[in-house]
């Protein structure tokens, strides 16, 4: 039995876990199924609906290029409490109706935000898209934000930091090096946000996040179903098509508070009660900008997968196996961000080792790699993934809408889908060795290492790293 | 009331026309007895295959706790002649994923390829071997058995899984339902090569198998796999019998932790696969804590006092009775009155029952999104293996919406009256404040 938890954030930990799950981040679409359709409404509201007539369901997705990289210093967190608050109700639609609607409708919904975004959902039968553009609609401008809602909702997102990070010793370690990794980039704060700025954050700040970011001519419209496109359409002008467009930066001229060439090596030490050490390096790495022109997010790809891509790419292979350094290892990267990239190793060491030994093997596997390049064959698996995980994408309708929703709201396009698959196809053994000794280099990395203490000891403030009640 | 109810009728009926028939199970033997659940589906150049033995956890004592889950991991770490590397390479070229599935009844071993022939023979190849002709090499046995026994060492640290274990432990007592599926690092160090095998030879036996097929093959291709992959099971039939479920010792532990917050469960013996009580109780756990944001937990708990981020209820429905669990984490300073409240909740809840509008509303969540229960081959698979594993009835889905239908208030009020006592439940406060 699943418990849905409203507002999950797709944390860096998460996203690492998820690369190392399905081994890599690729897109979907070829020919046979490309079928999206781009309607545009007047007020600036995007909308692409994707015909998938094998149920009678439908998914509606709405994509707000608003994320935690917009937010300032002492607001941190405040796109994800927005977000919260997003269920508490409007005029016409009092606070819990919204989930109640969509519930008696048999219906499923959540919300997520992440770095670039905050995107909210229903899925339900697909005679009830009607219900799902008018709640989702009348929320865009009519949400009440009240002291009341906001005291308690507050509450809860504490509670949630709490289960999330501060009592997870692997989600502390990646937040805390995120904040080393980054001096000037706002991907140095947790999405969640500080404790203390959470402690501190009151109803006006969320208002003011609202009336900055919601709007129209800032959002996407993601349909994925069996609906015809032409009716979803009539159907978002219906509802969509009455709310005015506000003034608000697009994301081109969004300050890029681009980071600073890191200049050496960075360490940092995590202690938190745990029993197992644990590992990860994180290297700076460049992201898509132009899916047609650029290459080296595509072999930096390609390198995370002939690592990390399958039970027998090298890491498991070597040091798990073989060479028995690692309980587990992986490497993941993410082509497609507004911010900048990051490619990681990371890894639990095995009994009897430690920490260091874990970071001089997955160094071994590098020098390895940049002296002697991948096999054809390696690079042939890993494409072989490529090819059959895009077809196994398009068996989840909630996939296939936040892949158009994520590439949209980062600044790329949907159609750059089919671009990125060829792309992938085309890279070289020589291209893999070439991103890999450019980016893999000790003067911009950061290592940071799990020190874990027992339980019995009492630690001072192991976790927010802020104040505590 | 007759407004509503007839909304309820039309659901029903919306949902007759367009879901009933569209599960077109069709269901055979092979030679070797093993019953097979297909259903064609042309819609994606997908085949998915799940393979269901009866080696789940409860096939465990205290002193081989473990076992069943290091058998089915090392399934394919070495079969059919065929060393891990080669398994792992075969399937990776072919870009097919081979999982896992596995609790206290269940041992499932699953496969997705894409269905060009190319790709689906390398794939079923290796899938046969692996089920079929498991080597258990010693040296990968030592390796994988103390990388389990270092994730436990691991886990045993981390509150979440500290209660879920002590939880089990105490609502199950001797019953092996109470063995922790990982195992237990003294009874894991013990096992050896032989005990695998025997699990093995025992109870993946050909004629107590399940296949589920879904995807874009044939009835006659679909055969055909199905022969392929069961001819050389071990043969025979297994005649399983567990021991009955018996109620808990009603107890609460409460257990020191680090962490900030408390990780709090509530558990009673709950739901069996064919419990005549299935229906109001499924209905009656939506109402309490199962449907997500509108249920009487979320509401008493989170959105009216902010208490925690995530509160639930919950059946796991099993051979036996699986558990029923009432689960949140919150400060730990606000532990025992998050505790109490909970309590209240359910207590009334078993007092007095759901109302009306609260079973209509359940009702037409149930009935109205059946629809994307099954809007996958991955979903529709995972229903065929679980038709097929507890011999539930084909037309199984369609009796569900059916069933959930007829659900009156008195019925789920008697239910949970007969089934749950909050009186008799153990409860586990991993995190619970220190004394000062």
Same mark, same amino acid.
């Given at each position: 039995m699943?418990?849905?938890?409203?507002?999950s954030?797709l944390?860096l930990?998460?996203k690492?876990?998820?690369?190392?799950?399905?081994?890599l981040?690729?897109?979907l679409?070829?020919g046979?199924y490309a079928?999206?359709h781009?309607?545009?409404?007047?007020?600036?509201?995007?909308?692409?609906?994707?015909e998938?007539?094998?149920?009678?369901?439908?998914?509606?997705?709405?994509?707000?290029?608003?994320?935690?990289i917009?937010?300032l210093?002492?607001a941190?967190?405040?796109?994800?409490?927005?977000e919260?608050?997003?269920?508490?109700g409007?005029?016409?639609?009092?606070?819990?109706?919204f989930?109640k609607r969509?519930?008696?409708?048999?219906?499923? !919904?959540?919300?997520?935000?992440?770095?670039?975004?905050t995107a909210y959902?229903?899925?339900?039968?697909?005679?009830r898209l +009607?219900?799902a553009?008018e709640?989702?609609?009348?929320?865009?401008?009519?949400?009440?934000?009240t002291?009341?809602?906001?005291?308690?909702e507050?509450q809860?997102?504490? !509670?949630e930091r709490?289960l999330r990070?501060?009592d997870?010793?692997h989600a502390?370690?990646?937040e805390k090096?995120?904040?080393a990794?980054?001096q000037?980039?706002?991907?140095?704060?947790?999405i969640?946000?500080?404790m203390n700025d959470?402690?501190?954050?009151?109803?006006?700040?969320?208002?003011e996040w609202?009336?900055?970011w919601?709007?129209?001519?800032?959002?996407?419209?993601?349909?994925?179903?069996?609906?015809?496109?032409?009716?979803?359409f009539?159907?978002?002008q219906?509802?969509y098509?009455?709310?005015?467009?506000r003034?608000?930066?697009?994301?081109?001229?969004?300050?890029p508070?681009t980071?600073?060439?890191?200049?050496?090596?960075k360490?940092?030490?995590?202690?938190?009660?745990?029993k197992? +050490?644990y590992?990860?390096?994180g290297?700076?790495?460049?992201?898509?900008?132009?899916a047609?022109?650029?290459? !080296?997010p595509?072999?930096l790809?390609m390198?995370?997968g002939?690592l990390?891509?399958?039970?027998?790419?090298r890491?498991?292979?070597?040091?798990?196996?073989?060479?028995?350094?690692?309980?587990?290892?992986?490497?993941g990267?993410?082509?497609?961000a507004?911010? +900048?990239g990051?490619?990681?190793?990371?890894?639990?060491?095995s009994?009897?080792?430690?920490?260091?030994?874990?970071?001089t093997?997955?160094?071994g596997?590098?020098?390895?790699l940049i002296l002697d390049?991948?096999?054809?064959?390696?690079?042939?698996?890993v494409?072989a993934?490529?090819?059959?995980?895009?077809?196994?994408?398009?068996d989840?309708?909630f996939y296939?809408?936040m892949q158009?929703?994520?590439?949209?709201?980062?600044g790329?396009?949907y159609?750059?889908?089919?671009?990125?698959?060829?792309k992938?196809?085309?890279?070289?053994?020589e291209?893999?060795?070439?991103?890999a000794k450019k980016y893999v280099?000790?003067?911009?990395?950061t290592?940071?290492v799990l020190?874990?203490?027992p339980?019995?000891?009492?630690l001072?403030?192991a976790g927010s790293g802020g104040?505590?009640? | 009331?007759?407004v509503?109810?007839l909304?309820?009728?039309?659901?029903?009926?919306i949902y007759?026309q367009?879901?009933?028939a569209?599960?077109?199970?069709q269901l055979?033997?092979?030679?070797?007895?093993?019953?097979v659940?297909?259903?064609?589906?042309?819609g994606?150049p997908i085949?998915?295959?799940?393979?269901?033995?009866d080696?789940?956890s409860?096939?465990d004592?205290?002193?081989?706790s473990?076992r069943?889950n290091?058998?089915?991991?090392?399934?394919?770490?070495g079969?059919?002649?065929l060393s891990?590397?080669?398994i792992?390479? @075969?399937l990776a070229?072919v870009?097919?994923?081979l999982g896992?599935?596995f609790?206290?009844?269940?041992?499932?071993?699953?496969?997705r390829?894409?269905s060009?022939?190319?790709?689906?023979?390398?794939?079923?190849?290796?899938?046969g071997?692996?089920?079929q002709?498991?080597?258990?090499?010693e040296?990968v046995?030592?390796?994988e058995r103390?990388?389990?026994i270092?994730?436990?060492?691991?886990?045993?640290?981390?509150?979440?899984?500290?209660?879920?274990?002590?939880?089990?432990?105490m609502l199950?007592?001797?019953?092996?339902y109470g063995?922790r599926?990982?195992?237990?690092?003294a009874?894991?160090e013990?096992?050896q090569? $032989?005990?695998l095998?025997?699990l093995?030879q025992?109870?993946?036996l050909?004629a107590?198998?399940?296949i @589920?097929?879904?995807?874009?093959?044939?009835?006659?291709e679909?055969a055909?796999?199905?022969?392929?992959?069961?001819q050389?099971?071990p043969? =025979?039939?297994?005649?399983v019998?567990?021991p009955?479920?018996?109620?808990?010792?009603?107890?609460?532990?409460?257990?020191?932790?680090p962490?900030?917050?408390?990780?709090?469960?509530l558990?009673?013996p709950?739901?069996?696969?064919?419990d005549?009580?299935f229906?109001?109780l499924?209905v009656?756990?939506?109402i309490l804590g199962?449907? =997500?944001?509108?249920?009487?937990?979320?509401?008493?708990i989170r959105q009216?006092? =902010?208490?925690a981020?995530?509160?639930?209820s919950s059946f @796991?429905?099993?051979?036996q009775?699986?558990?029923f669990?009432?689960?949140?984490?919150t400060?730990k300073?606000?532990?025992e009155?998050?505790?109490?409240?909970?309590?209240q909740?359910?207590a009334?809840?078993?007092?007095?029952g759901?109302?009306?509008k609260?079973?209509?509303?359940?009702?037409?969540?149930?009935?109205?999104?059946?629809p994307?229960?099954?809007?996958?081959? $991955?979903?529709i698979v995972d229903?065929?293996a679980?038709?097929?594993?507890?011999?539930l009835p084909?037309?199984?889905?369609d009796?569900?919406?059916?069933?959930? =239908?007829k659900?009156?208030?008195?019925q789920?009020?008697k239910?949970f009256?007969?089934?749950?006592?909050?009186?008799?439940m153990v409860?586990?406060?991993?995190?619970a404040?220190? $004394? $000062?």
């Open positions: 699943s418990h849905n938890h409203r507002a954030i944390s930990g998460l690492i876990a998820l690369a190392a799950m399905t081994s981040v690729i897109p679409s070829s046979a079928n999206p781009e309607f545009k409404l007047a007020n600036g509201l995007k909308l692409i609906v994707k998938d007539h094998r149920s009678p369901v439908v998914i509606s997705q709405i994509w707000y290029k608003a994320g935690s917009d937010e210093n002492g941190t967190g405040v796109a994800h409490v927005l919260h608050m997003m269920f508490k409007t005029e016409r639609v009092p606070g819990g109706e989930s969509i519930a008696a409708a048999g219906g499923r !919904e959540n919300a997520f935000t992440g770095r670039d975004y959902f229903q899925q339900l039968h697909k005679s +009607p219900l553009m709640l989702e609609s009348d929320r865009m401008r009519n949400l009440i934000l002291k009341e809602e906001f005291s308690k507050i809860v997102v504490m !509670e709490r990070t501060d997870k010793p502390l370690v990646h090096m995120m904040a990794a980054y000037a980039h706002p991907y140095q704060r947790p969640i946000g500080w959470l402690e501190n954050m009151r109803v006006r700040d969320a208002k609202y009336d900055r919601y709007a129209p001519n800032n959002a996407i419209l993601v349909v994925v179903g069996d609906v015809k496109p032409k009716e979803v009539a159907l978002a219906k509802y098509g009455g709310i005015m467009p003034p608000l930066v697009p994301l081109a001229l969004r300050k508070q980071e600073p060439v890191q200049v050496g090596i360490r940092l030490t995590v202690k938190a009660p745990a197992l +050490p590992l990860t390096m290297y700076h790495a460049p992201t898509l900008r132009n047609s022109s650029d290459w !080296e595509y072999a790809e390198l995370a002939v990390d891509g399958n039970e027998s790419a890491l498991n292979k070597e040091l798990v196996r073989e060479r028995r350094i690692a309980n587990s290892t992986g490497a990267y993410d082509s497609t507004r911010g +900048p990051m490619f990681y190793l990371y890894g639990t060491p009994e009897g080792k430690t920490t260091s030994d874990l970071e093997a997955l160094r596997e590098m020098e390895k390049g991948v096999t054809e064959e390696e690079l042939a698996r494409k993934q490529v090819v059959a995980s895009h077809v196994f994408r398009l989840s309708m296939q809408a158009i929703g994520q590439l949209e709201s980062v790329l396009s159609r750059d889908l089919e671009v990125m698959v060829k992938l196809q085309a890279v070289t053994a291209q893999v060795r070439e991103v280099k000790d003067d911009s990395l290592v940071a020190d874990p203490q339980l019995e000891q009492k001072p403030s104040l505590r009640h | 009331m007759q509503t109810r909304l309820v009728v039309l659901l029903l009926s007759s367009l879901a009933l569209t599960l077109p199970i055979w033997q092979t030679s070797a007895g093993t019953w659940y297909f259903v064609e589906s042309r994606l085949l998915d295959i799940s393979v269901d033995f080696a789940g409860s096939t004592t205290p002193e081989t473990g069943a290091l058998t089915l991991q090392l399934l394919s770490l079969a059919g002649g891990e590397d080669q792992a390479k @075969s070229d870009g097919a994923e896992g599935r609790d206290q009844d269940r041992a499932g071993v699953s496969l390829t894409l060009s022939t190319r790709e689906r023979n390398q794939a079923l190849d290796i899938l071997r692996v089920i002709r498991p080597e258990f090499p040296d046995l030592e390796r103390t990388r389990v270092t994730g436990l060492k691991d886990v045993d640290t981390k509150p979440d899984h500290i209660a879920n274990h002590t939880l089990k432990k199950y007592g001797s019953h092996p063995l599926s990982s195992g237990e690092i009874s894991l013990l096992l090569r $032989k005990d095998l025997e093995y025992s109870r993946y050909a107590s198998a399940v @589920s097929i879904m995807g874009d093959v044939s009835r006659v679909a055909a796999i199905a022969e392929a992959l069961t050389d099971l043969p =025979g039939k297994l005649n019998t567990l009955a479920v018996v109620a808990p010792v009603a107890e609460t532990r409460r257990i020191a932790h962490a900030s917050q408390s990780h709090i469960i558990a009673y709950g739901l069996r696969r064919d005549p009580d229906f109001p499924v009656g756990n939506y199962g449907g =997500g944001f509108v249920s009487r937990l979320m509401q008493e009216n006092r =902010g208490l981020y995530s509160v639930y @796991s429905p099993l051979r009775e699986g558990p669990e009432i689960g949140l984490q400060k300073e606000q532990s009155e998050s505790l109490r409240i909970t309590q909740v359910l009334k809840f078993i007092a007095g759901p109302t009306q609260e079973l209509i509303s359940a009702k037409q969540n149930i009935i109205g999104g059946f994307l229960r099954l809007d996958s081959n $991955k979903k229903h065929l679980m038709i097929g594993f507890y011999n084909l037309t199984y889905l009796d569900y919406v059916k069933a959930i =239908g659900v009156t208030t008195l789920v009020k239910a009256q007969r089934r749950i006592k909050p009186e008799g409860t586990v406060v991993v995190g404040v220190e $004394k $000062k």
